[in-house]
Protein backbone atom coordinates (compact mmCIF):
# COMPACT_ATOMS: atom_id res chain seq x y z
CA UNK A 1 0.00 0.00 0.00
CA UNK A 2 2.84 2.61 0.49
CA UNK A 3 4.15 2.44 -2.97
CA UNK A 4 0.53 3.32 -4.27
CA UNK A 5 0.05 5.87 -1.81
CA UNK A 6 3.76 7.17 -2.77
CA UNK A 7 2.37 7.49 -6.48
CA UNK A 8 -1.40 9.00 -5.38
CA UNK A 9 0.57 11.69 -3.82
CA UNK A 10 3.48 12.13 -6.69
CA UNK A 11 0.41 12.51 -8.91
CA UNK A 12 -1.12 14.68 -6.73
CA UNK A 13 0.94 17.27 -6.18
CA UNK A 14 3.07 17.19 -9.65
CA UNK A 15 0.26 19.72 -10.92
CA UNK A 16 0.25 21.69 -8.40
CA UNK A 17 2.97 24.54 -9.82
CA UNK A 18 0.57 24.67 -13.17
CA UNK A 19 -2.63 24.82 -11.17
CA UNK A 20 -0.82 27.60 -8.70
CA UNK A 21 0.13 29.73 -12.00
CA UNK A 22 -3.21 29.23 -13.53
CA UNK A 23 -5.33 30.25 -10.19
CA UNK A 24 -2.75 33.22 -10.06
CA UNK A 25 -3.69 34.27 -13.63
CA UNK A 26 -7.04 33.71 -13.36
CA UNK A 27 -7.49 35.58 -10.31
CA UNK A 28 -5.91 38.47 -11.41
CA UNK A 29 -8.51 38.43 -14.44
CA UNK A 30 -11.73 38.29 -12.29
CA UNK A 31 -10.66 38.91 -8.97
CA UNK A 32 -12.04 36.06 -7.02
CA UNK A 33 -11.68 32.45 -7.31
CA UNK A 34 -12.57 30.33 -10.00
CA UNK A 35 -12.66 26.25 -10.84
CA UNK A 36 -8.35 26.42 -11.04
CA UNK A 37 -8.53 27.93 -8.19
CA UNK A 38 -10.45 25.12 -6.01
CA UNK A 39 -8.37 22.66 -7.50
CA UNK A 40 -5.42 24.13 -6.11
CA UNK A 41 -6.32 24.33 -2.77
CA UNK A 42 -8.27 20.99 -2.65
CA UNK A 43 -5.53 19.26 -4.79
CA UNK A 44 -2.46 20.31 -2.42
CA UNK A 45 -4.53 19.62 1.33
CA UNK A 46 -5.23 16.18 -0.08
CA UNK A 47 -1.80 15.49 -1.44
CA UNK A 48 0.06 16.65 1.63
CA UNK A 49 -2.15 14.89 3.95
CA UNK A 50 -1.57 11.41 1.89
CA UNK A 51 2.01 12.18 1.92
CA UNK A 52 1.66 12.16 6.00
CA UNK A 53 0.11 8.94 6.02
CA UNK A 54 2.56 7.20 3.97
CA UNK A 55 5.15 8.45 5.59
CA UNK A 56 4.23 7.13 8.66
CA UNK A 57 3.62 3.61 6.86
CA UNK A 58 7.17 4.24 5.46
CA UNK A 59 8.31 4.11 8.89
CA UNK A 60 6.31 0.61 9.15
CA UNK A 61 8.03 -0.86 6.23
CA UNK A 62 11.57 0.56 7.64
CA UNK A 63 10.66 -1.50 10.65
CA UNK A 64 11.83 2.05 12.13
CA UNK A 65 11.97 1.58 16.17
CA UNK A 66 8.07 2.50 18.34
CA UNK A 67 9.60 5.82 19.53
CA UNK A 68 9.59 7.16 15.63
CA UNK A 69 6.66 6.39 15.24
CA UNK A 70 4.94 7.94 17.96
CA UNK A 71 7.42 11.19 17.40
CA UNK A 72 6.29 10.93 13.75
CA UNK A 73 2.17 10.58 14.68
CA UNK A 74 2.37 13.30 17.12
CA UNK A 75 4.51 16.04 15.00
CA UNK A 76 2.59 15.36 11.77
CA UNK A 77 -0.81 15.24 13.92
CA UNK A 78 0.34 18.43 15.20
CA UNK A 79 1.14 20.32 11.96
CA UNK A 80 -1.62 18.99 10.37
CA UNK A 81 -4.07 20.17 12.86
CA UNK A 82 -2.46 23.80 12.88
CA UNK A 83 -2.36 23.96 9.40
CA UNK A 84 -6.55 22.76 8.98
CA UNK A 85 -7.28 25.46 11.44
CA UNK A 86 -5.38 28.01 9.68
CA UNK A 87 -6.85 27.03 6.35
CA UNK A 88 -10.83 27.45 8.33
CA UNK A 89 -9.81 30.41 9.80
CA UNK A 90 -8.47 31.90 6.71
CA UNK A 91 -11.72 30.71 4.71
CA UNK A 92 -14.28 31.89 7.12
CA UNK A 93 -12.41 35.82 7.42
CA UNK A 94 -12.53 35.60 3.17
CA UNK A 95 -16.40 34.48 3.46
CA UNK A 96 -17.01 37.49 6.14
CA UNK A 97 -15.22 39.69 3.92
CA UNK A 98 -17.03 38.86 1.08
CA UNK A 99 -20.32 39.23 2.49
CA UNK A 100 -19.26 42.45 4.17
CA UNK A 101 -18.33 43.63 0.20
CA UNK A 102 -21.35 42.56 -0.85
CA UNK A 103 -23.75 44.83 1.76
CA UNK A 104 -21.66 47.86 0.97
CA UNK A 105 -22.33 47.03 -3.02
CA UNK A 106 -25.44 46.61 -2.72
CA UNK A 107 -25.98 49.63 -0.40
CA UNK A 108 -24.39 52.11 -3.36
CA UNK A 109 -26.39 50.80 -5.60
CA UNK A 110 -29.76 51.24 -3.60
CA UNK A 111 -27.58 54.79 -3.10
CA UNK A 112 -27.63 55.49 -6.48
CA UNK A 113 -30.71 54.35 -7.10
CA UNK A 114 -32.41 56.65 -5.15
CA UNK A 115 -30.38 59.71 -6.27
CA UNK A 116 -31.00 59.01 -10.16
CA UNK A 117 -34.54 59.16 -8.36
CA UNK A 118 -34.76 62.75 -7.41
CA UNK A 119 -32.71 63.87 -10.52
CA UNK A 120 -35.94 65.39 -12.35
CA UNK A 121 -35.48 63.86 -15.82
CA UNK A 122 -35.07 66.04 -19.05
CA UNK A 123 -38.77 64.83 -20.17
CA UNK A 124 -40.31 66.71 -17.48
CA UNK A 125 -38.65 69.64 -17.40
CA UNK A 126 -40.22 72.75 -19.11
CA UNK A 127 -38.51 73.63 -22.95
Given at each position: ?????????????????????????????????????????????????????????????????????????????????????????????????????????QRRLEQGMRNLKS?????????
Open positions: MHPIMGIVTLVTLLPQPLLGYLHHRKFKQVQRRQFWSYMHIFNGRIGVTVGIVNGFMGLGLAQAPQYYKTVYVVVAAIIWVLWMLTALVYELRRMRRNKRTERAVVPSSSNQSR
